[in-house]
C-alpha cells in the first residue's frame, strides 16, 4: 500500500470520525444507547445541529492548518496563528475555550506562541497534528517535535499537550510506513504512559464520556484503537463512549486510517461525507506527503 494511499486515508478518516461523533458529542453511553442502540451513521444532528457528513472544528482547523503549510512550505508558527484567527475569524461552527482565548491573545500582541500553562491541557493542538505529521514524514524526531510545537503552541503551550501530540505524530508516521499495531502500543503509547501516568489506558476503567482533557481523549483512543481490529469498529467503539466524541472519533479515525488505508473505510461512510471535506482532505493529504520530498 503507497504511503499517499494510507495518508489519505488517514485524512479521510479523521473527518468521518470527526462527523460520526459529533451526533453524540456530549452525550453519555447510557443515552447513546438509549437513543440510537449502537451509533453507527453519518447522520449528522447532534448539540450542533449538524447536517449529515458535516464536519466541527477538529477538521476545519487540520485542513487550515494545512493551507498554511503548504503556503509555507513548512510548519511556521507565525503562518499557523494568523490561518487560525482567519479560520476564527469566518465563526467556525464550534470552537474551543482554550482555542478562543488563546487567539484573542495573539490578535492583542502578535506573538504566535501563548502563555505556558499546565491548565492547558485540552485536546485542541492533538486534534489537528495530522498535517504535521504528513509534511514532517522523514524528518528527524527534534524536526519534528519543534514542528508540531510551532502549530500547537499557538493555542497550548502545554507539556502534556506536546506529549500527546508528539506521541500521535509519531505513531501515525509510523503506522504510514506499514508498522504494525503491536509495535505502536510498545514504542509509543507505553513510552507515554510511563512518562506521563495520566494516560495510561491499560488495567484501568474503559474510558466512558471522555472529556475534553487531553489525558482522557488519549486513554479513549487508545482503548478502542488497540482493542479493535478494523477502521469502522474503532470509529464505532469511541463514538459510542460519547463526551467529546468528535475529537476522539477525529483522532482515532487519524491512526485508523493510516493503519488500515483506503480499502478499510466503509464506502456508505465515505459516500456520506460532505464531497467538499472529503476532496480537501484527500487533496491536502497527497500535497502534504510531497513536502518531504
Known amino acids: 500500500m503507497q504511503t499517499a494511499d494510507r495518508a489519505a486515508a488517514a485524512y479521510l478518516g ?78 467556525p461552527v464550534d470552537i474551543g475555550n482554550t482555542v478562543r482565548r488563546n487567539l484573542l491573545h495573539f490578535r492583542k500582541t502578535g506573538n504566535p506562541e501563548a502563555p505556558y500553562s499546565d491548565h492547558d491541557a485540552g485536546n485542541g493542538a492533538a486534534m489537528r497534528v495530522l498535517p504535521v505529521a504528513l509534511a514532517t514524514l522523514g524528518q528527524n524526531e527534534d524536526e519534528v517535535r519543534k514542528a508540531n510545537a510551532a502549530q500547537a503552541h499557538t493555542t497550548h503551550n502545554c507539556a502534556l499537550s506536546d506529549a500527546a501530540c508528539g506521541c500521535l505524530i509519531f505513531m501515525v508516521q509510523d503506522a504510514l510506513r506499514g508498522t504494525s499495531k503491536n509495535e505502536l502500543l510498545h514504542k509509543y503509547a507505553h513510552p507515554l504512559a510511563a512518562r506521563f501516568p495520566e494516560f495510561r489506558f491499560r488495567a484501568v476503567k474503559q474510558s466512558a464520556n471522555p472529556s475534553g482533557y487531553v489525558a482522557d481523549t488519549l486513554r479513549a ?3 478502542s484503537f488497540f482493542d479493535t481490529d478494523d477502521f469502522r469498529g474503532c470509529l464505532i467503539d469511541v463514538v459510542n463512549r460519547g463526551g467529546d466524541a468528535d475529537t476522539t472519533g477525529a483522532i482515532a479515525g487519524m491512526l485508523a486510517g493510516a493503519m488500515y488505508g483506503m480499502e478499510e473505510i466503509p464506502e456508505a461512510w465515505l459516500k456520506k461525507l460532505d464531497s467538499a471535506t472529503a476532496s480537501a482532505c484527500a487533496m491536502q493529504a497527497r500535497a502534504l506527503i510531497q513536502l518531504r520530498k
Open 14 to 91: 479523521l473527518a468521518i470520525g470527526d462527523a460520526l461523533g459529533s451526533t453524540v458529542e456530549f452525550m453519555t453511553p447510557r443515552e447513546i444507547a438509549a437513543k440510537f442502540g449502537t451509533h453507527d451513521t453519518l447522520c449528522g444532528g447532534g448539540w450542533l445541529h449538524l447536517k449529515p457528513g458535516h464536519v466541527t472544528d477538529d477538521t476545519t482547523m487540520s485542513l487550515a492548518l494545512g493551507e498554511a503549510i503548504l503556503a509555507e512550505g513548512c510548519v511556521d508558527a507565525l503562518a499557523a496563528a494568523r490561518a487560525f484567527d482567519a479560520w476564527m475569524r469566518a465563526k
Open 221 to 223: 483512543v487508545f482503548q
